[in-house]
């Protein structure tokens, strides 16, 4: 169980030393080294100012925007929630400057286009220099699959079935990109454009590619962008956010309101007119990079190190038999399956807070009282709820013209080890009540 949470965090500080699967290309190393020495920004990756504050073991500063600080007053207590830090309670950097606490540029993003929200300073007193090591979301899958075998009999017998039949109807119908995904992954690379396409037309019936895409884009946008702001964040120790948002929200109608990802896969023709939008000099390399850098990951967060990826097929794939080779994969669509069943909301705590409790107790053995994300060091930091030894602090705050904030009120709450419920949650639901992040059409 540890040794899974270890393989689904990732350091950016040091060599990688997770294995893949056999036949690849090109290695994790191999791809650290590029993202890190040949990319503009790459030096960010190891030298960035979330990562040195955390392993510096001084005061950590955190903000969280909230539309609940009455009901938080009036209960004196805080929860996690889920989503790309798994069970934390999302939030952003602040750095301590004499006039006030500056927010890392993904937390004033969130104060301009969260208007309605307060906000919330926290200051947490680690007891050590925090090892940096984010959680990546990406790679939950044996997670989330063990999670589902375990407290499969909270499943009817009909759910379950519908729920296996599901996933296998969805690998059956994304299997000819999957198979192209691993064939560029091994050396066989297909035309750029075309699969760009063949992607953008396989996402709805197979949403965790819409992820992969996003993450592949986002992480292009903030290595190869050379614009003023983008230096000007760099400089400060900061990935820019706000290209990567720009992105998202140019893509896919309403994904302001509700983030999801399921809904995110333009074309060629129109990933290149979006790229252009955020950036025009980065149209160039952008169809190449996703086509390798998405086909590796893939193949490296779906099968286990002992597959070779060159002789591998999704063609006439069998549950079981997938669970073995593919639980990284099976565990996505499982987890996403999951969620669309008419029942998630009764059963959502059944199978999200046992993660939660994993996570926890790794984070706790591990000396982490504030997971990131791994996927990439961006600036999306969390607190973890069940840390029992590190002080904290909680003050309602204040902006100034400056943009910089202000503690005025220190409240008189503390931290709950579980989950907030489902229905406070609502950047993760659909206008229907279920939990974002999934379609439920399969064909392509």
């Known amino acids: 169980m540890h040794a899974e949470w270890d393989n689904a965090h990732t350091d ?9 699967p056999a036949g690849l290309t090109k290695t994790e190393t191999d791809w650290r080294s590029h993202l890190e020495h040949e990319t503009p920004n790459g030096w960010l990756l190891r030298s960035n100012a979330m990562t040195e504050t955390l392993t510096s073991g001084r005061p950590i500063h955190l903000m969280h925007t909230t539309v609940a600080l009455d009901a938080i007053r009036a209960s004196g207590h805080l929860y996690a929630s889920t989503g790309c830090l798994v069970a934390a309670l999302y939030c952003a950097p602040l750095t301590s400057e004499p006039a006030g606490l500056r927010p890392h540029n993904l937390g004033s993003y969130l104060l ?68 192209t995904a691993l064939a560029n992954a091994t050396g066989t690379p297909a035309p750029e ?47 820019n956010n706000r290209l990567y948002k720009q992105l998202a929200f140019s893509t896919v109608e309403g994904m302001d309101k509700l983030f999801d990802l399921s809904r995110f896969h333009p074309r060629y023709d129109r990933l290149i007119e979006l790229i252009g939008q955020v950036e ?27 597959q070779d990826t060159t002789s591998f097929t999704f063609h006439r794939s069998e549950f079981d038999a997938l669970v073995e080779t593919a639980p990284g994969l099976m565990g996505q669509l499982v987890f996403r399956e999951l969620r669309v069943i008419d029942r998630y909301p009764q059963l959502y705590l059944a199978f999200e807070q046992a993660k939660a409790l994993e996570a926890w107790a790794y984070w706790n053995t591990e000396g982490i ?52 419920e489902l229905s406070l949650t609502a950047m993760r639901r659909d206008q229907t009540g279920k939990a ?3 379609r439920r059409s399969i064909s392509t």
């Not at 990546?136 to 379950?160: K, M, Q, V």
């Open 12 to 20: 950016h500080t040091t060599t990688p030393t997770r294995p893949g």
């Open 112 to 179: 301009e286009t969260k208007k309605h929200t307060r906000t919330l300073v926290f200051e947490i007193t680690p007891d050590a220099p925090v090892p940096p090591k984010g959680i990546d979301y990406l790679r939950l899958g044996a997670i989330h699959l063990r999670t589902y075998l375990t407290h499969r009999s909270f499943l009817t017998e009909h759910e379950d079935t519908q729920l296996r039949q599901t996933v296998l109807q969805r690998i059956q119908a994304a299997a000819p990109f999957l198979d």
């Open 193 to 239: 454009a075309d699969f760009i396409d063949q992607l953008a037309a396989t996402v709805p019936a197979f949403p965790f590619l819409g992820y992969l895409y996003f993450e592949v884009l986002s992480e292009y946008l903030m290595l190869h962008s050379t614009s003023r702001e983008t230096k000007a964040y760099a400089q400060l120790g900061e990935m």
């Open 280 to 306: 025009a000099g980065l149209t160039a390399g952008v169809a190449r990079y996703v086509r390798e850098r998405l086909s590796h990951l893939f193949a490296a967060v779906a099968l286990t190190p002992d």
């Open 369 to 420: 009282p504030a997971p990131f994300n791994g996927t990439f060091p961006k600036g999306e930091i969390g607190i973890n709820p069940a840390y029992p030894r590190a002080n904290c602090t909680v003050w309602v705050a204040d902006t100034c013209e400056r943009g910089l904030l202000h503690p005025v009120e220190q409240l008189d709450v503390s931290f709950l080890p579980r989950l907030a």
């Open 436 to 438: 974002a992040g999934h």
